[in-house]
């Protein structure tokens, strides 16, 4: 249940409104926007008088929400999110947010190189993998707590936040210490452990990815699960779904863009990278994803694709993404954006 209030509401009225609702066995949340204040029923609404509590001063109409996700809704809160970085770039609202490095952390050579060159060019955070979910137990694991101290030292060089994946509950206290972003990769996207955890012991920004086949409601209850331990940090990610295609690694779906910022006040990243699996569709993908209404893009940029410890195939190289930076450009004036 969602009750907007009148332009003109009274504090008092305002009290009276949630006195009714929480009378009826609810929480309630106060979303303040630009123009309107709504009132968000949190449980079972069904024990709320409707009738009367659109009756009351101040309440201009009540709406019942059919959709089980309430915080990530964008009925109980109009606004966009934005979510500000510790660079003082904002993920969400009219520039774009672009997050670039290589799948994992090789070396500290490696990653401080790839950060200045990122930085140099216009990204605004960079990515690197220390822990790395693979398919393979015989694949490259990542450096784990050494590649964490690695993504620091290039954050110390480049004052670029760093974003990296999140795989146990057990690590949360040091990417606390050490992560600006925490990502929650896709096998993890219904990790209800972690998002709770995620949601009740930090509020640093949440990057969550999209699951390998998890429908648009899946992906915005998962982001439920954060929100409602009390973190609001939430940004959410495409990077493709699993379909019957096999010229790609994943589908990418950006039509998933389109109604999430229909359904929900979150901030939306595209990762043309994993979507693909091609490093030669990453430049396109990336066009397209502005083109959608995406509030940013996550790029995989290595210093030597060829030789990298972890796929190597869907990633840039640093010259290759000047140049999809210049291209972005155009792209985002058109849709009333800037990079």
């Known amino acids: 249940m969602v009750v907007i209030m009148k332009p003109d509401f009274t504090a008092q009225q305002l009290q009276e409104a949630i006195a009714a609702m929480k009378a009826g066995g609810v929480n309630v949340m106060v979303s303040k926007g630009s123009e309107t204040t709504i009132l968000g029923a949190e449980g079972n609404a069904a024990n709320i008088d409707q009738e009367k509590l659109e009756q009351l001063p101040g309440v201009e109409r009540v709406m019942r929400v059919s959709e089980p996700y309430k915080k990530a809704n964008r009925k109980y809160h109009p606004d966009d999110t934005c979510i500000p970085l510790p660079n003082g770039a904002v993920i969400g609202g009219n520039k774009l947010a672009v997050i670039a490095g290589p799948c994992s952390v090789e070396s500290e050579e490696q990653i401080v190189g790839i950060a200045k060159a990122v930085q140099q060019t216009g990204a605004c955070a960079l990515r690197?993998?220390?822990?790395?979910?693979?398919?393979?137990?015989?694949?490259?694991?990542?450096?784990?707590?050494?590649?964490?101290?690695?993504l620091?030292?290039?954050?110390?060089?480049?004052?670029?936040?760093?974003?990296?994946?999140?795989?146990?509950?057990?690590?949360?206290?040091?990417?606390?210490?050490?992560?600006?972003?925490?990502?929650?990769?896709?096998?993890?996207?219904?990790?209800?452990?972690?998002?709770?955890?995620?949601?009740?012991?930090?509020?640093?920004?949440?990057?969550?990815?999209?699951?390998?086949?998890?429908?648009?409601?899946?992906?915005?209850?998962?982001?439920?699960?954060?929100?409602?331990?009390?973190?609001?940090?939430?940004?959410?990610?495409?990077?493709?779904?699993r379909t019957f295609e096999t010229f790609t690694r994943n589908t990418l779906d950006?039509?998933?863009?389109?109604?999430?910022?229909?359904?929900?006040?979150?901030?939306?990243?595209?990762?043309?990278?994993?979507?693909?699996?091609?490093?030669?569709?990453?430049?396109?993908?990336?066009?397209?994803?502005?083109?959608?209404?995406a509030d940013g893009l996550i790029i995989e940029v290595h210093n030597d694709p060829k030789n990298a410890l972890c796929d190597g195939a869907q990633s840039i190289t640093p010259h290759q993404f000047q140049d999809v930076m210049d291209k972005l450009s155009p792209i985002a004036r058109a849709v009333g954006r800037e990079v």
């Open 128 to 150: 690197g993998g220390a822990f790395k979910p693979r398919t393979s137990p015989y694949s490259f694991q990542g450096l784990e707590c050494e590649g964490l101290e690695l």
């Open 152 to 241: 620091r030292r290039a954050r110390r060089e480049t004052g670029l936040p760093v974003v990296t994946e999140i795989m146990s509950t057990e690590y949360i206290d040091l990417f606390q210490e050490c992560v600006d972003v925490i990502q929650v990769g896709a096998r993890n996207m219904q990790n209800f452990d972690l998002l709770k955890k995620l949601g009740r012991e930090t509020d640093k920004p949440i990057l969550l990815k999209r699951g390998l086949s998890s429908t648009i409601e899946e992906w915005l209850m998962s982001a439920e699960y954060i929100m409602a331990g009390g973190n609001q940090n939430v940004i959410l990610c495409e990077r493709g779904i």
């Open 254 to 293: 950006l039509s998933a863009v389109l109604a999430v910022k229909q359904l929900s006040h979150l901030p939306v990243v595209v990762d043309p990278s994993h979507a693909c699996g091609k490093a030669w569709m990453v430049e396109r993908m990336a066009m397209a994803a502005v083109a959608a209404g």
